[in-house]
């Protein structure tokens, strides 16, 4: 098909812009699936790695529920890219359609859930925090090595400096940590960090039983440590958001213009 030069370079912005992108699903879905299929193998690739801080990466159960996120996203990305690559590869009309709406639904769900987040922002506030805390109460253990979740809680509490949702109290409602715990009244990652051997440990042998402000974090919450860090990222986030949003918008803009393209040279041999 002769097509003009306005149409030729959307067709090869659309072609390189959905081929990395075709790569990188093929390859994270391919990983999910080995992760899946043969647990035993990867985790015996990560243990060659010599680093104190990934064996709690290695347990069966983080393998798992890593194997289906990475499953999920990469079937996405491989579905949407291989549309977006092969509808303007092929000059399918057909498939371009199916590519720009389905990319036109995800900026409308970006779009709604960003203003249903803002016009109720008190309840999406409580259900957040309902949230995050049904996630310690269902799951969270006292081992950093049982699953991903307690994994996740873990670094989030080291890495922003603070304890639960709202803050060491909501630990009591989770039964695994009741019934593991021991003497312990917080967990570990509550507590003020020191590196040592490259693994980050309490700096206070005695915080998990005697918490206190001087060595640990117990009564500072995590939600309330994430709203500030947004609020000191915000620009950065916004950035980002926009950024994200612009390139979606050129996508859907590329795609469009490569359907009209098709028409208009159908309508010419006619």
Known sequence: M??????????????????????????????????????????ALLKMVENEN???????????????????CGALMFFLSFLGYCGAIRESQCMLTTYAILMILIIVAQIVLGGLAAAYRD????????????????????????????????????????????????????????????????????????????????RDDTCTTSPSETNSFYKQGCYEALITWILSNRNLIIMVTIGIGIIELLLIFFTCCLCKSIDKYRVMRL
Not at 54 to 72: D, G, H
Not at 139 to 148: L, P
Request: proline fraction near 2%.
């Open 2 to 43: 002769s097509v003009d030069c306005g149409s030729t370079i959307a067709k090869y912005l659309l072609c390189i812009f959905n081929f990395t992108f075709f790569i990188l699903g093929t390859i994270v879905l391919s990983v999910g699936i080995w992760v899946a299929a043969d647990k035993s193998s990867f985790i």
């Open 54 to 72: 990934l064996e709690q990466f290695t347990q069966p159960a983080v393998i798992e529920q890593m194997a289906y996120v990475l499953i999920a």
């Open 123 to 202: 309840k999406a506030r409580v259900e957040t925090k309902e949230f995050l805390q049904s996630t310690i109460t269902r799951y969270y253990s006292t081992s950093q090595r049982t699953d991903a979740v307690s994994l996740m809680w873990n670094h989030l509490m080291v890495e922003m400096k603070c304890c639960g949702v709202n803050d060491y109290t909501d630990f009591s409602k989770s039964d695994s940590w009741n019934l593991n715990r021991g003497n312990k009244t917080i967990p570990e990652a509550c507590c003020h960090q020191v590196i040592r051997d490259g693994v980050s440990r309490p």
